[in-house]
């Protein structure tokens, strides 16, 4: 397979740090969410922790966009390659459907 099939990236500890601590608590919030419906809670009730969780998945997206500029894109542009700011409007356009 080609390298460039399946680009990574090493995160800084930090960096790793909060993108995991944020993951865990959307799934905190998710277990939370099905115990809401195991309880038979309010539809409201569900829908605002609903409504809590994409507000959270929200936040991890932007939190990653923006090192995903501030190093592989920055990088690339820097190294005269602007494929990356392709792959990034196609992802935008993804995100914002």
């Known amino acids: 397979m080609c390298e ?4 990574t990236r090493e ?3 930090d960096e790793y740090k ?6 865990s608590r ?3 919030q998710v277990r939370g969410i099905r115990g809401m419906l195991e309880k ?6 569900v829908l605002a922790q609903v409504a809590a969780v994409g507000a959270a998945l929200n936040a991890f997206s932007r939190e990653l966009l923006s090192q995903h500029l501030r190093t592989c ?3 690339d ?11 990034l409007t196609a ?5 914002m459907r």
């Open 73 to 75: 894109v920055a990088e």
């Open 91 to 95: 992802a935008l356009q993804k995100l």
């Open 11 to 13: 995160r800084s500890d």
């Open 26 to 28: 959307i799934e905190g």
């Open 40 to 45: 038979d809670a309010y539809c409201i009730d």
């Open 77 to 87: 542009l820097r190294r005269g390659d602007d494929s990356t700011v392709d792959e």
């Open 4 to 7: 460039e099939c399946h680009k």
């Open 18 to 23: 909060r993108l995991i601590n944020r993951l």
